[in-house]
């Protein structure tokens, strides 16, 4: 399921600040936010890692903060969404639910 684009509202602002994430994590998310990106472009323009991306894309994609926005051969290419997954269960949530 596609979700709508985020925008950066004091709700959305406030619930990552409040999500235990890491530097480059909240550096990876903003940089998808910007548009759809492989997790080599994001490794080349962070100068960071691939292995190091492959975590950060992880966790996020676990907290459902990232997705897949489309697939070109072998690439994936990801961007931010608006939505948590919640860790009791598997159902998506919305900020506007937190």
Do not use: C
Not at 69 to 82: C, P, Y
Request: charged share 25%.
């Amino acid at each position: 399921m596609k979700l709508k684009k985020i925008s950066l509202t004091a709700d959305y602002l406030n619930a990552l600040a409040n999500a235990n994430l890491g530097t480059y994590h909240y550096k990876v998310l903003l940089l998808l936010e910007t548009k759809a990106m492989t997790q080599a472009q994001v490794s080349e323009i962070l100068k960071i890692k691939k292995q190091n991306i492959n975590k950060y894309v992880s966790d996020l994609k676990k907290m459902g903060l990232l997705e897949v926005d489309r697939i070109e051969g072998r690439n994936q290419f990801l961007r931010a969404t608006n939505s948590f997954l919640p860790q009791e269960n598997q159902d998506q949530m919305t900020f506007d639910d937190i």
